[in-house]
């Protein structure tokens, strides 16, 4: 699962960003998808899971209505939108495949893992 980012690693407090998954060399549209990241210094932690077809969402509480997961099936792209950025968003952003057609928010239920996106965020 190839991770590609969009709009940049490096923002202000405050600011959006959307981080885009794509899949290479094999699709993952049946299949759930989830946002996991990872602070230096801490363990890896869910974020945000979306099933095959987009109808089943899962947010951590802490970060739910800062975050917007999506997915367009056609592109085979996953999207991850995240709002009113702050420097403990610092981390490395990772996508993976569930092994089912829904998500979870366990990180072994995933199946193929992007290589991970760093994002910073300043004050």
């Known amino acids: 699962v190839q991770l590609r980012r969009l709009g940049g690693g490096s923002v202000q407090a405050g600011d959006s960003l959307r981080l885009s998954c794509a899949a290479s060399r094999r699709t993952f549209s049946n299949n759930g998808v989830g946002w996991f990241r990872q602070a230096p210094g801490k363990e890896r932690e869910f974020i945000a899971a979306i099933s095959w077809n987009g109808a089943s969402t899962i947010y951590e509480d802490s970060l739910k209505g800062r975050l917007t997961i999506s997915r367009d099936r056609a592109k085979n792209t996953v999207s991850l939108e995240m709002n009113s950025l702050k420097p403990e968003d610092t981390a490395v952003y990772y996508c993976?495949?569930?092994?089912?057609?829904?998500?979870?928010?366990?990180?072994?239920?995933?199946?193929?893992w992007g290589q991970g996106t760093l994002v910073t965020v300043s004050s």
């Open positions: 993976a495949a569930h092994r089912s057609s829904y998500g979870s928010r366990l990180a072994p239920d995933y199946i193929y």
